[in-house]
């Protein structure tokens, strides 16, 4: 069986892969504690260019994940967000060294519902996917797969350059799928947002477009011995990891990025995520973090004092502010730092809308450039809702919205799927307390949540869902998976930080922010991502030879 296969059993050169991995990555993976946990064939395929019920929000202009643009400019740039309507790399500076990829738009007939045979039959909806056949040598090359994840599809194809270097190398197939609801895979159309409407949004519907998706492509192609490999970050670094454990006999292996697998299960600490935040802000500049903490605490004694009008003018809001007003404002600059430092990369990106290098810095340079502690704040939050710096003023409501998901959902159709996504299956139970972190005391209970989704969605969370479908932490059986986590990110925290068996692989990429491994090359690139790199790419490369060995092995 596939999932049974594991990486030293595959002879000489996969004990060659696993020395590199001993000289690279094992250098070292983190604990969990250091930082984290502690911190169809056949299917035709179509072508086509209240603070009891508060959650979080990814806001202003912000995934297109992290859930567009992305989080903050219109969520997650690319978890949740836009792409290039035409292919070229405009949502990743340098993320195609060299020729553009010619990828292919195209839709297939997806079903609606892969587990109920009565309730929608054999209707179907078109789901969007990117291919790229310009490295492609067929019988000889892989497919790699990219699992969509909350957000528009190109976004995410703009932003996974490392993918496309690999696919040159390994002579691949390229495949970026849409996740359902998401981009312009919509299964009721313009109403798929809409409650009433959510019910076949799903983490196991959408695994099995991606494995119903992935046969019909290899019958269309002829190359149903082709190992296919699963890419995938943040929420799509989830689902490969689902993928491979779900589907072992369709996915060779999978390099799941940035995937916080533990704490989406409801594993983990629920302060570890803001605290992990402050830690890259303390680690930049103790004083930055000090800054912070007097601008909340200045912004709360002025609400005690009801002088109201003394914030709007020195933070800048567009709204008249009254008592109500305080936990908005607190969760849309708290916003701020949640993008931030996911996107503390070493070069300027706009994968979650524009930013500069290194943002936290740059992010500290502002707070501690101006005399007072809320000017500070106020010109900080504007890296990202003032990218432009033509807004004359912050609307703290149209820039941000809360949601189910207190490192935020964004705006948009995109981010009404990830709130319900988040009442569902996900659990993203995050708080801020005020002492393991700089954040003022902002919590997100599961009580909280329970009625929020009631209210919003009319469902209840089943917690403890993932842990069973998915296994938790109990990985033990899976095999040929990649975890990669930068030490810089927020979500490390609640992913894998250790090795977990010969071929259940953690690394740990120093400097590195949100899947900062994903993105194509540049030349401000830290040692340790061209490391952890060079190890992913040797056993992506072992799981495509193991398996074409096996392919060819008679049948019992």
């Known amino acids: 069986m596939g999932l049974q296969r594991r990486c030293l059993a595959a002879g000489s050169a996969l004990s060659w892969a696993l020395s590199l991995l001993l000289a690279l990555a ?25 603070d009891g019920e508060r959650g979080g929000g990814r806001g202003a202009g912000r995934r297109g994940g992290e859930r567009g643009g992305g989080r903050g400019a219109g969520r997650r740039g690319g978890e949740r967000g836009g792409g290039a309507a035409s292919g070229a790399a405009d949502g990743e500076r340098g993320a195609h060294p060299g020729a553009d990829p010619g990828f292919r738009e195209e839709y297939f007939e997806q079903l609606l519902d892969h587990f109920n045979f009565e309730s929608f039959g054999n209707k179907t909806f078109r789901q969007r996917f990117l291919l790229s056949e310009k490295f492609w040598k067929k019988d000889e090359g892989p497919i790699f797969f990219y699992t969509g994840n909350e957000g528009d599809v190109w976004s995410f194809a703009n932003n996974s350059g490392f993918i496309l270097e690999l696919a040159a190398r390994e002579a691949a197939l390229v495949v970026f799928a849409e996740h359902r609801y998401y981009g312009k895979s919509l299964p009721f159309g313009p109403d798929s947002a809409r409650r009433g409407r959510m019910e076949l949004l799903s983490v196991e519907q959408a695994l099995a477009d991606f ?13 149903q011995d082709a190992p296919a490999v699963a890419f995938g970050g943040s929420y799509g670094g989830m689902l490969s990891a689902y993928m491979r454990m779900k589907y072992p006999h369709l996915v060779a292996g999978a390099l799941a990025a940035s995937a916080p ?3 989406v299960a409801g594993l983990g600490n629920s302060y570890q995520f803001f605290r992990d935040v402050t830690t890259d802000f303390e680690e930049q500049n103790p004083k930055c973090v000090q800054g912070v903490r007097d601008a909340f605490r200045e912004i709360k004694d002025l609400f005690l004092q009801k002088k109201y009008h003394t914030v709007q003018q020195r933070f800048g809001t567009c709204q008249h502010l009254s008592g109500q007003d305080l936990t908005q404002l ?5 916003n701020a730092f949640t993008v931030l430092t996911m996107m503390d990369y070493p070069y300027p990106t706009d994968f979650l809308g524009p930013l500069p290098a290194h943002p936290v810095k740059a992010g500290c340079d502002q707070l501690l450039s101006k005399n007072g502690s809320i000017e500070g704040l106020r010109a900080l939050v504007g890296l990202l809702y003032n990218s432009s710096g033509s807004e004359p003023c912050y609307d703290i409501y149209r820039q941000y919205r809360s949601c189910a998901d207190p490192t935020g959902c964004g705006l948009g159709p995109d981010s009404q799927a990830w709130d319900y996504q988040a009442c569902t299956e996900i659990n993203l139970v995050f708080s801020s307390n005020n002492v393991t972190d700089m954040f003022p ?12 989704c009631l209210k919003t969605w009319g469902v209840w969370p089943r917690h403890d869902w993932l842990r069973t479908n998915f296994w938790g932490a109990d990985l033990k059986a899976a095999s040929n998976i990649i975890f990669s986590n930068g030490d810089l990110d927020p979500w490390a925290g609640g992913g894998i930080q250790s090795n977990l068996s ?20 540049n030349p401000a690139d830290p040692v340790s991502v ?3 790199r060079k190890l992913e790419a040797v056993l992506i490369h072992e799981w495509v030879k193991t398996a074409r060995r096996e392919a060819a092995l008679p049948s019992a």
């Open 26 to 50: 094992l250098r070292g993976p983190a604990a969990g504690g250091e930082r984290g946990g502690g911190r169809g064939a056949g299917r035709r395929t179509g072508s086509g260019a209240a």
């Open 211 to 223: 494995a119903v998706l992935l046969q019909a492509l290899r019958v269309r192609f002829g190359a």
């Open 261 to 263: 697998i533990l704490a």
């Open 330 to 334: 607190f969760d849309f600059s708290r």
């Open 441 to 452: 005391e902002l919590e997100f209970t599961e009580e909280q949540r329970q009625h929020y």
């Open 502 to 521: 010969a071929s259940v692989i953690a690394i740990t990429i120093k400097g590195g922010a949100h899947h900062l491994d994903l993105r194509g090359s």
């Open 530 to 532: 061209l490391e952890a």
